[in-house]
């Protein structure tokens, strides 16, 4: 994520999932982000065998400090971004636009250079007793293999604020299935809508920087969506923020909750983004809506059912 953070505490100031009411949601831990991010991110069941999570969070930045860099950059978004069937105003928008994002790329982070495998740890709590502190048991499963999307593309500047953003997203195949009970996430019926209300889950460090080398608890925040951005391509993003109440801040991403779930507050089994972001106003999250990737989604998942079956017929579109 765009912001650090640290201490134990997630979706600040959020309460603990002491009912596990999301314990779908896992932690995710992979050692090829040492050297550009964080180690750790969160991550969604899908089913027993599939972890739904963020692209950035299993994929590494690249340099773009060449011609040859930056070419390549250059026809990636005239890609993502075609021209065709625009008017001539808006062509030139777009172009105005992706000659910006080349202009102030320091580094790019697609689905060329991701990480192999993973770590993935399925949290639940124990029955709370009165003026007894919530515990928790974790069991540990392989990522055995990682798919980012084939869309994904972030662009940094130097200073490490974002340009562009397309497709952050990644499914990690388990390799054996979680053997705990959790109630299945599903993908949402419809796009979402400005001032829809929702739940945030993650494992983030919090507000105080990652002073400890133990990933956090699984918390969640209520919040509402502020604006919502319709790429080109077909993907959306949307921002969150809740108005504070009292003297407390309102609940936000930090580092360690990417790749978490964002939950419709009307039914929190409908899972309807995955946490991408923290907003430069340092208030706001942004997520990744699933919806437009609903078939990539469902996709993926039957193409890994098919392998571990032996089924080599097509996938149904």
């Not at 026809?75 to 008017?87: A, H, I, M, N, Y």
């Not at 910006?100 to 029955?127: I, M, Q, S």
């Not at 923290?278 to 993926?300: M, N």
């Amino acid at each position: 994520m765009e912001m650090a953070g640290g201490s134990i505490s997630t979706v600040h100031p959020g309460p603990l999932d002491a009912m596990n009411v999301y314990a779908s949601n896992v932690a995710i831990r992979t050692n090829a982000k040492k050297v550009d991010g964080s180690e750790v991110c969160s991550g969604v069941l899908m089913n027993s065998s599939h972890v739904l999570t963020a692209g950035h969070c299993l994929c590494m930045r690249r340099s773009v400090s060449t011609d040859e860099s930056r070419a390549a950059l250059r026809k990636r978004l005239d890609e993502v971004l075609p021209s065709r069937g625009k008017t001539e105003s808006e062509k030139r928008e777009l172009d105005n636009l992706k000659a910006r994002v080349v202009k102030n790329a320091a580094t790019v982070l697609d689905a060329t250079l991701c990480a192999a495998e993973g770590d993935v740890k399925f949290v639940e709590y124990l029955p709370p007793r009165p003026n007894i502190k919530s515990k928790a048991t974790s069991t540990e499963y392989r990522g055995a293999a990682i798919r980012p999307h084939p869309g994904l593309l972030i662009v940094e500047d130097a200073a490490g604020t974002t340009w562009f953003r397309e497709a952050d997203l990644a499914i990690i195949r388990l390799a054996a299935p979680v053997e705990e009970s959790f109630r299945t996430a599903r993908l949402p019926d419809a796009e979402i809508q400005l001032g829809n209300r929702v739940v945030m889950v993650g494992y983030g460090f919090g507000a105080n920087g990652s002073t400890t080398n133990d990933f956090g608890d699984r918390h969640y925040g209520e919040s509402q969506v502020i604006g919502i951005e319709r790429i080109p391509s077909g993907s959306v993003k949307f921002l969150t923020r809740k108005q504070p109440r009292g003297d407390g801040p309102p609940p936000r991403l930090y580092s360690g909750d990417s790749g978490g779930g964002c939950f419709s507050q009307t039914d929190d089994t409908v899972l309807v983004g995955i946490a991408s972001a923290v907003w430069k106003d340092g208030e706001s999250s942004i997520f990744t809506s699933v919806y437009p990737y609903k078939q990539w989604i469902k996709e993926e998942l039957k193409k890994a059912d098919a392998a571990l079956t032996g089924d080599t017929t097509s996938v149904a579109p």
